[in-house]
């Protein structure tokens, strides 16, 4: 083993212990292979910087936290396992001796979760920082919020080859930024003149016959191959056997599925040359001595949220340009290098320059989970290095609601995750009991869900290849023609409870065949989809029998896995809305189509797993609504029972205009079944008629300028004679009379003909309203003997108008004997007003002798006294 000391990373060796001394946070941003995940650790340790506890170093990957550890060990001259070890999910190597330890992001974030003071560790290291994952982002945010307040001593340190490094420094400020160049060889690139037809040629030959020529003309070195994923490796490995080039190289895969010894075995030296072909592990986690050429296929598998399946989904994508040049890179390490793209200079350009960190791409409901169970309840104002968008968050939320991971804290009477006291009390929601149970599975919380239930229902192994079924890229072949959809029938059967379970069957007919691609197609089957469906059915088993879950192989019942998917896609709950189209409406008040190849077209009550928006021809979207599987009522209330409601809700019907009652039974806010009820009660019909009333819009036609009238002659009796105790009608009490008066009313003819009289006069006590007719009546009687109506406006005092002929021989009128004078017009024959005046006596003295001459003559026909 060459001397470690001689590695680049040593240069800096002096700064970075000084920022460690100085400002407890350093940033160290060198070239891969320089020595950062092996040396740094050691250096700590050397320095006695660790005192007498851990230095915890956070790997994106299990294979790198494996293969560093060990490489550590050697270096240190101990046992694996000792003073050196690792930790990563279903693999430990640690003791109480263990100082450095390797780990992945995952298990450190459940360490803060459930130890805020991180007792025993003296510095966190956080290795390939630039991939940007998001348990990374969010350790590194939770290790800052410990070392600010229950651990000042903590030490932090973020490494990565490339770095951003402005962000970081702002980010971890007040810190040291610490940076080698390395020692980095030039590294030619070569491209396809042609770009690569995936239909007729297979990456793997291609990237054999890469091998082949950089091995015939490039001097010794050894070649390595990036391919996306297990199933790719072992099909590059198996064409690399047909290249004559190749017959004296070893050949040797490396990803994470393999054997520990495999893996240690491909990265060995050999006095041969050797061809490694191996996943992204190998761009800038794990350093492979000897390499001058590289074959690049361009592609990795990538995690990105899928809004149509409402998880995150696991496709082989094409590389951003970064990747692509670390990955150049890899040939320069010792000897200037060669590396082949496997594409085109064009195709280069079109490229993603870089990739977007997981925040912003990823689902971010299990770690806003994880957040919650180490009593973060309050995400969006976490300390996020790059703060994901709001809406991510917020659907986020709403998913863990939904599955009844988190929930607002409870406050009397609540009803339904959805109900409105509840929602308005606002705040941050906080894990529940099954959120804490859920969290215990590492995999997307639709599934933790699903696999809670399993255990409970004993149909693990089902829901786990329920989950590898989703979580590739789609099962089925679009747009099949007929002979096809006979085949799928005649093969597979017709099927009435799910989806799932037609899916299963073709799964296990492609698996029979081997995955070939023309058995594959006679169903209409994507084959390479169902190829990349059996290791993540292992992954998803191992993560369950991880768990203690009971894993074997027995007969399921159906009902009890459709109960699973219940559980699991319960915010995708839809239900017919009738029987001769295909269309649906789901929870949170969205609609869609039930996919025209879905199986089910004769349930009633469903869940979807699929819910994706397809451009129709005239330019409108459609949602269509796939992979279903029938579900029952009765299971809603008995999984749900809070968010199921029966309530009874009255209406205008439009058409009869009669107020009616609906009964409804309601899941959140969808309504499962709506049927007209019985008579409505009382009170809600008048209630729904008096609104329509005081908004307006129906008019209880007796209700006439009178009525108005003697609502101001109540007021004024109120204001003049405080002595009889009565009280105006103001506009609120206004609405409390209709109210009244709608009572017993069904529709709005009822309405119409209601007479006020008897429920306005009631307003009055018996004394009260014959004090009011006798102190403020309505006419008064003249001395002539006619009666003339009183007008009482708002204000002022009351008016009578008179013709003056019936006024002869009055002297005085007022009214409450003389408490309300009154205002008199004097009208002429013709009607036209001659003067106001609240003094007759004094108009027939003063006024009239003057005008009587002119009236006279004028209208001789009349009585002039
Ligand atoms: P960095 O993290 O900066 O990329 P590493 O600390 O991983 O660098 O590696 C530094 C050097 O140590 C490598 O260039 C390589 O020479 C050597 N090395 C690291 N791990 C191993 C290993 N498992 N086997 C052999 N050599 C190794
Ligand atoms: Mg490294």
Redesign the pocket.
């Known amino acids: 083993?060459?001397d470690?000391r001689e590695?680049p990373?040593y240069e800096i060796q002096a700064a970075l212990l000084d920022g460690v001394r100085a400002t407890g946070r350093v940033v160290v941003q060198?070239?891969?292979?320089?020595?950062?995940?092996?040396?740094v650790p050691q250096m700590l340790l050397r320095a006695g910087l660790l005192e007498r506890g851990q230095c915890v170093v956070l790997q994106p990957r299990r294979i790198a936290a494996r293969?560093?550890a060990?490489?550590v060990a050697q270096e240190q001259g101990v046992r694996l396992g000792d003073e050196v070890g690792y930790q990563v999910r279903l693999d430990s190597r640690v003791s109480a001796k263990t100082r450095i330890r390797f780990v992945t992001e995952g298990i450190l974030l459940r360490q803060m979760t459930f130890d805020a003071h991180l007792r025993g560790v003296s510095a966190l290291v956080f290795?390939e920082f630039h991939e940007r994952h998001l348990d990374g982002d969010i350790g590194l945010a939770r290790a800052l919020q410990i070392q600010q307040t229950t651990r000042p001593d903590l030490i932090v340190i973020v490494?990565s080859?490339t770095l951003d490094a402005g962000l970081l420094q702002k980010y971890l400020a007040p810190c040291t930024v610490v940076r080698s160049e390395g020692r980095m060889f030039p590294v030619t690139t070569e491209y396809e003149t042609h770009p690569v037809n995936p239909d007729r040629d297979d990456i793997w030959d291609v990237a054999a016959r890469a091998c082949a020529r950089v091995v015939a003309r490039q001097p010794p070195g050894d070649v390595l191959v990036f391919m996306p994923g297990a199933y790719e490796i072992n099909r590059t490995v198996n064409a690399l056997q047909f290249q004559r080039e190749l017959k004296d190289c070893l050949v040797f895969s490396l990803h994470g599925e393999m054997a520990p010894e495999e893996q240690d075995r491909a990265?060995?030296?050999y006095e041969r040359r050797k061809i490694i072909v191996a996943t992204n592990v190998a761009e800038?986690s794990?350093?492979i001595?000897g390499v001058t050429a590289v074959v690049d296929s361009g592609l990795a598998r990538v995690a990105r949220f899928d809004p149509h399946r409402g998880i995150n989904t696991l496709l082989v994508e094409r590389i951003s340009a970064a990747s692509a040049d670390q990955r150049a890179g890899r040939a320069g390490?010792t000897a200037p290098g060669v590396c082949l793209r496997l594409w085109t200079e064009r195709e280069h350009t079109q490229r993603a320059p870089q990739e977007l960190p997981e925040v912003k791409r990823l689902d971010l409901a299990e770690v806003v989970l994880t957040l919650k169970a180490a009593g973060i309840d309050d995400v969006a104002n976490f300390p996020w290095i790059e703060p994901p968008d709001p809406k991510a968050l917020a659907r986020a939320e709403e998913l863990l609601r939904d599955l009844g991971a988190v929930a607002w804290r409870r406050i009397p009477n609540f009803k339904g995750p959805n109900a409105k006291s509840e929602a308005e009390a606002g705040g941050p929601t906080s894990i529940t009991e099954i959120g804490r149970r859920m969290l215990k599975f590492p995999v997307h919380p639709r599934y933790a869900r699903m696999f809670l239930a399993a255990e409970e229902y004993g149909c693990v192994r089902t829901v786990a290849m329920m989950a590898a079924l989703t979580q590739g890229r789609t099962f089925w072949l679009r747009n099949v023609d007929r002979g096809v959809e006979q085949a799928r029938e005649d093969l597979l059967g017709t099927e009435t409870e799910s989806d799932f379970f037609l899916l299963m069957r073709a799964y296990r007919y492609a698996e029979k065949a081997n995955f070939s691609v023309d058995a594959c197609r006679r169903l209409g089957i994507h084959a390479q989809a169902a190829r990349q469906v059996a290791p993540l059915f292992d992954q998803f088993l191992e993560i369950a029998q991880d768990e203690g879950l009971d894993i074997a192989e027995r007969r399921v019942d159906g009902v009890l896995v459709r109960k699973c998917v219940l559980l699991g896609f319960i915010d995708h709950l839809a239900r017919r809305l009738d029987e001769a189209t295909l269309r649906c409406e789901l929870v949170h008040k969205r609609r869609g189509l039930l996919a025209r190849e879905s199986a089910l077209h004769g349930a009633k009550l469903l869940v979807v797993a699929e819910i994706s928006e397809i451009g129709g021809r005239a330019g409108e979207v459609n949602t269509v609504l796939g992979l279903a599987t029938a579900v029952e009522e009765a299971w809603l209330k008995e999984l749900f029972p809070e968010d199921c409601d029966e309530s009874i809700t009255t209406g205008l019907d439009p058409n009869t205009k009669r107020v009616t009652a609906r009964r409804e039974r309601r899941f959140r806010d969808l309504v499962l079944e709506s049927k007209e009820g019985a008579e409505p009660p009382e009170t809600e019909a008048a209630q729904i008629l008096a609104r329509l009333v005081l908004a307006g819009d129906l008019k209880i036609e007796a209700w006439d300028e009178r009525v108005e009238e003697w609502i101001v002659r109540v007021a004024r009796f109120a204001k003049w004679f405080p002595e009889m105790e009565a009280h105006p009608i103001r506009d609120e009490d206004r609405a409390t009379l209709i109210d009244q008066m709608c009572y017993g009313c069904r529709g709005v003819k009822d309405v119409r003909n209601l007479d006020p009289w008897p429920i306005l006069k009631d307003w009055l006590t018996p004394e009260q309203l014959a004090a009011l007719e006798t102190l403020l009546p309505e006419r008064i009687e003249m001395a002539n003997g006619r009666r003339s109506k009183i007008g009482y406006p708002k204000e002022g005092p009351p008016v009578i108008s008179a013709r003056i002929q019936e006024l002869f021989g009055v002297e005085k009128l007022s009214l409450a004997r003389g408490r309300v004078p009154l205002k008199i017009e004097v009208l002429a024959p013709n009607q036209r007003p001659l003067q106001v005046t609240d003094d007759l006596a004094r108009f027939w003295r003063e006024v009239y002798p003057e005008i009587k001459p002119a009236l006279s003559r004028r209208y001789p026909r009349h009585e002039w006294r």
């Open positions: 083993m060459p470690p590695l990373i060198a070239p891969t292979g320089s020595g950062k995940s092996t040396q293969m560093l060990k490489r290795d490494m080859a990265v060995d030296r800038t794990l350093t001595d390490r």
